[in-house]
């Protein structure tokens, strides 16, 4: 129903930065972003809220920033300081009101960019 389609993936080396986006074709009151690395569960990593407030994972904080248009209907992920931990595969989320740092809270998907971080 509200399809997400992100881009800006890629490959840098530790210390750089990269910035993605991701835009959805319909409304959503919530918009954010998650991650998942090889055997490791889908983590939530930053949220914009519909009053434009943000949560972020912790081992993000100072690091990553969201930010979205609401006109353009795309939400931003600015990455500093990258480290290898970082590695994963980006995806966009979005959530027709309320929504948390858990995969169950997300009600629209992207199909996922790959980031991978080198040392």
């Known amino acids: 129903q509200v399809p997400l389609v992100e881009s800006g993936g890629g490959s840098v080396q530790a210390g750089g930065s990269l910035r993605l986006s991701c835009t959805a074709s319909g409304s959503t009151y919530c918009m954010g972003w998650f991650r998942q690395a090889p055997g490791k569960e889908r983590e939530g990593v930053a949220l914009s809220h519909g009053d434009d407030d943000t949560t972020y994972t912790d081992s993000v904080k100072g690091r990553f920033t969201i930010s979205r248009d609401s006109a353009k209907r795309t939400v931003y992920l600015q990455m500093n300081s990258l480290t290898v931990e970082d590695t994963a595969v980006y995806y966009c989320?979005?959530?027709?009101?309320?929504?948390?740092?858990?995969?169950?809270?997300?009600?629209?998907w992207g199909k996922g960019t790959l980031v991978t971080i080198s040392s």
């Open positions: 989320a979005g959530a027709l009101w309320r929504c948390q740092l858990t995969a169950a809270s997300m009600d629209y």
